[in-house]
């Protein structure tokens, strides 16, 4: 069996069910392939999020919801695998392929080995820790039929070793293309800032919050892949100009309010692998910031539809974000290129290659 081969049989598995990036854009395939006649089924985590209630999807659930603990969420891992092989071993008469989403699903692959079901794998990002656990999770990726990065960067760190590995970059929904075309009602609260992300300090959280403070004269708009009460847990005292929302099922409002977007993952500490919010974020319009390492470069073009750059360094952010504000041609300029560089990301030129 080729791997262009389109298998209408397979299996989609996910061990997180949130609002991860990698969830988005494995829910937006799943929906294509049902408006394309294709039966699909789906294991993942019996929790609340993007692969939640998929129309016309078979979706299967195991118990897992990471702890604050962390010997706790190892052993909720451990059981999920468990539990995952146990759902796939009794379904297996309906699948001919198994696709496992980012590294963590690692007990499909050893479905996959004792079954010898092909199996693919899409890898997003690959931010384990400690390393022993991020080799232990990677060791079936050679035993796979297809390994799928988002970025040549990722190819680069991840895929030594590996045969038969290809990169197709995320793309944005034709849902989603259509919602950020969507009339905009005037704004009425200046300019604002946004940045989306996991409530994790290498993604830049503690640098927002330190740009809010000197900018008082700016909104701050900033949307984590978090629980209220993670939120509250976290951020104690916050300038008044800036505003947190937990995680959230509809993130089209934050786009379309914002006017430029940031993306501070710290290189020293994580290099972005992509950046799916930076696409949509230029979907809008808007010019972005963010890292000059790692996938964000495959993106943004510096001084194009945005800048690339040293996020660590305040005062250079502070130059950049006063400049987006302040000169309206040069803004203009970036966010229709913004505009113009989304299109070139549509997931139908992006995940649609994986079938």
Same mark, same amino acid.
């Given at each position: ?49 993007? %692969?939640?209630?998929? +129309? #016309? *999807?078979? /979706? ?13 969420? =190892? ?123 996991? %409530?994790?300090?290498? +993604? #830049? *959280?503690? /640098? ?13 708009? =900033? ?133």
């Amino acid at each position: 069996m080729k791997v262009s081969e389109k298998l209408e049989n397979r299996v989609y598995c996910h061990l997180f069910n949130d609002y991860s990036g990698s969830a988005v854009v494995l829910r937006d395939h799943l929906q294509r392939e049902v408006q394309e006649g294709r039966s699909c089924m789906l294991i993942t985590s019996n929790t609340n999020g993007v %692969l939640s209630g998929l +129309k #016309g *999807v078979r /979706t299967l659930h195991f118990p897992y919801q990471p702890a604050s603990n962390k010997l706790i969420t =190892l052993l909720r891992f451990f059981w999920a695998q468990l539990y995952m092989i146990y759902l796939l071993w009794q379904n297996r008469k309906y699948f001919e392929q198994i696709y496992i989403n980012t590294l963590l699903p690692f007990g499909a692959a050893l479905m996959g080995y004792f079954s010898q079901t092909p199996f693919i794998y899409h890898i997003h990002e690959t931010s384990i820790r400690p390393e022993i656990f991020k080799q232990f999770l990677k060791w079936p990726l050679k035993g796979a039929q297809e390994v799928i990065f988002v970025s040549a960067y990722l190819a680069r760190a991840e895929g030594q070793g590996l045969t038969n590995n290809r990169v197709i970059y995320n793309g944005l929904s034709e849902e989603f293309m259509q919602q950020s075309e969507a009339p905009r009602s005037s704004k009425k609260k200046g300019f604002v800032v946004l940045m989306l992300c996991s %409530l994790k300090k290498y +993604k #830049g *959280v503690d /640098t927002f919050v330190n740009l809010a403070a000197f900018l008082p004269e700016y909104r701050f708009n =900033l949307v984590l892949n978090a629980s209220q009460a993670e939120v509250d847990e976290y951020f104690q005292n916050r300038p008044s100009n800036l505003f947190i929302y937990p995680a959230q099922k509809n993130i089209h409002p934050f786009y379309a309010e914002a006017d430029l977007l940031l993306n501070l993952s710290d290189p020293e500490q994580w290099v972005e692998t992509f950046g799916m919010t930076l696409l949509e974020g230029m979907a809008y319009g808007l010019p972005c910031i963010c890292p000059n390492a790692g996938g964000p470069l495959e993106v943004v073009e510096n001084g194009v539809q945005g800048i690339c750059c040293d996020v660590t360094h305040m005062a250079t952010l502070l130059t950049h974000i006063r400049k987006f504000a302040r000169d309206k041609t040069y803004y203009r300029q970036l966010s229709a290129a913004a505009k113009v560089r989304a299109n070139e990301f549509t997931s139908r030129k992006g995940m649609k290659a994986v079938g």
